[in-house]
């Protein structure tokens, strides 16, 4: 068991999506960070199948698994610079009308009217650094 540190190299790279939904809509939470960094096990000497340093069109942290992949942690995201929602199966109106229930704690509301965190993405996005740990 080997672990690998994996990290974006670049400004503005990495990506929380929550995802919630209700009946047949779904609001994308999108928290960005400045920088992020995950812990990987593999079962041998070898680097994380499948997460490459050139990363050319990103990689969701958290749902990623190669062969040789036994844990994908998070260590850290930091510096956190911007949130914003994507709607799906949600007119214009009732966007607006959500965004504004929203303004103050977006988790409270959603949690306390019927939605539900069905899935969280974990993006990095650009040039990896992946070092080997032990």
Known sequence: MTWWKVSTTEKKSCEEREIWTKD???????NGFRWGTFMVETSDDEPPEGITAENPDGIDMYGHMGDNIEL????????GWYGDYEF?????????ELQAAMEDDYYEYLESNGWYNTETEAWLFGPLEITKEN
């Open 88 to 96: 799906e199966g949600i007119d214009e109106d009732e966007q607006e």
């Open 72 to 79: 994908i942690e998070l260590d850290s995201m930091d510096d």
């Open 24 to 30: 047949d809509k779904t609001i994308i939470r999108i």
